[in-house]
């Protein structure tokens, strides 16, 4: 199965504490941040190659990673101007061949078991399904309603005492666009553009994991990430990565 990773972005509070390179290229201890991530998902057997979904300052990302990561195929899809999360995904889909494709946001590290997702998706037929991570007293991130497993809504930020978010995931159909494509502009977020539009004719589920979740595009998450996962990690690159922070 083929992965889309979402490295383009560079507006984000993490611009305050990292000015050089997009978010996913942040140091996490001597390698970016998209190293540790890229070795993460590379442990799952399912993901035969990687599509990064790149633009600000993409070269940057290709100078790091060449064609090679961990011993599977590395493809880029560069954008020329921001295409927002969704024209990202629209234009990277255009280099995967699997019928079934996985996205995953560069700067979030979410342990998920992508074998039983890719499972749950098939059994139940679904055009798309979201990581879902439980969470208590936050505020930081929106809601996902369900019945059952099947999502139906989504909340605003606001603060809650417990719910489930999105953990920035996806396993989608290549199908997934067909027939709304025309009706999309070049530049739109997948979350609110797409999902929250077209959510009562598509079969989206959730699949829910209790797996460690980091942010690094939050600077709270950023430096928690310093701590918690240089110690654990295996790199690609022996060389030591550095940036002014």
Do not use: C, W
Not at 211 to 230: H, N
């Amino acid at each position: 199965m083929d992965a889309i990773v979402l490295v383009g972005s560079s507006d984000t509070p993490l611009r305050e504490v990292v000015t050089e390179v997009p978010k996913p290229m942040a140091p996490v201890g001597d390698v970016p941040f998209l190293d540790i991530l890229l070795e993460r998902l590379l442990r799952h057997s399912v993901v035969e190659r990687v599509v990064l979904a790149v633009g600000y300052e993409h070269e940057v990302v290709q100078a790091y990673f060449g064609d090679l990561a961990y011993n599977r195929k590395i493809v880029y899809a560069i954008a020329k101007k921001s295409l927002g999360t969704g024209g990202s995904i629209l234009n990277a889909l255009a280099h995967t061949r699997s019928p079934e494709v996985l996205v995953v946001n560069g700067d979030t590290l979410f342990e998920v078991d992508i074998a039983a997702m890719v499972e749950s998706h098939r059994r139940r037929q679904a055009d798309l399904t979201l990581a879902l991570k439980p969470m208590q007293n936050f505020s930081r991130y929106g809601t996902v309603r369900q019945q059952g497993a099947r999502i139906v809504g989504f909340e605003k930020k606001q603060y809650q005492a417990e719910g489930l978010i999105n953990g920035g995931i996806y396993l989608l159909n290549q199908t997934l666009f067909d027939g709304i494509q025309k009706f999309l502009p070049p530049q739109f977020s997948f979350e609110n553009d797409f999902i929250a539009v077209y959510l009562q004719q598509l079969q989206v589920y959730g699949f829910v994991s209790t797996g460690s979740f980091l942010d690094v595009g939050v600077p709270e998450d950023y430096q928690r990430a310093q701590k918690e996962i240089t110690k654990s990690s295996v790199y690609a690159k022996s060389s030591v990565y550095s940036v002014s922070v």
